[in-house]
């Protein structure tokens, strides 16, 4: 059964970087990355295909996030650079068999979640 296994959430001032990663179990998936800040609804940030070759971005995560896998390790990994306050929510991994998509209900797998807060 897969598990889906966040981590590397934590406290980081304005302009710090984090790299958050998501652990998965069993077979390999398209692994999307979504967030949900406080009072907002569950946003895409970025996706990618079970080879690593395609990655996807929301449009208003490219430049700053960048997403990428080992499948060696299983485990598949979020860069976010240059934080700003507005990047504070809970970042959760989902796993779906088919291509990339933005789409929450196209996830059938998902993990708790890590919290990222940015704050000074």
């Known amino acids: 059964q897969l598990q889906l296994v966040e981590s590397g959430g934590g406290l980081v001032q304005p302009g710090g970087s984090l790299r958050l990663s998501c652990a998965a179990s069993?077979?390999?998936?398209?692994i999307g990355w979504f967030r949900q800040a406080p009072g907002k609804e569950r946003e895409a940030v970025s996706c990618?295909?079970?080879?690593?070759?395609?990655?996807n971005y929301a449009d208003s995560m490219k430049g700053r996030f960048t997403i990428s896998r080992d499948n060696a390790k299983n485990t598949i990994y979020l860069q976010i650079n240059s934080l700003k306050p507005e990047d504070t929510a809970i970042y959760y991994c989902?796993?779906?068999?088919?291509?990339?998509?933005?789409?929450?209900?196209?996830?059938?797998?998902w993990g708790r979640g890590t919290q990222v807060t940015v704050s000074s």
């Open positions: 990618i295909s079970r080879s690593g070759g395609i990655t």
């Open positions: 989902a796993a779906r068999v088919y291509g990339c998509s933005g789409v929450i209900a196209d996830y059938r797998s």
């Open positions: 069993g077979f390999t998936y398209t």
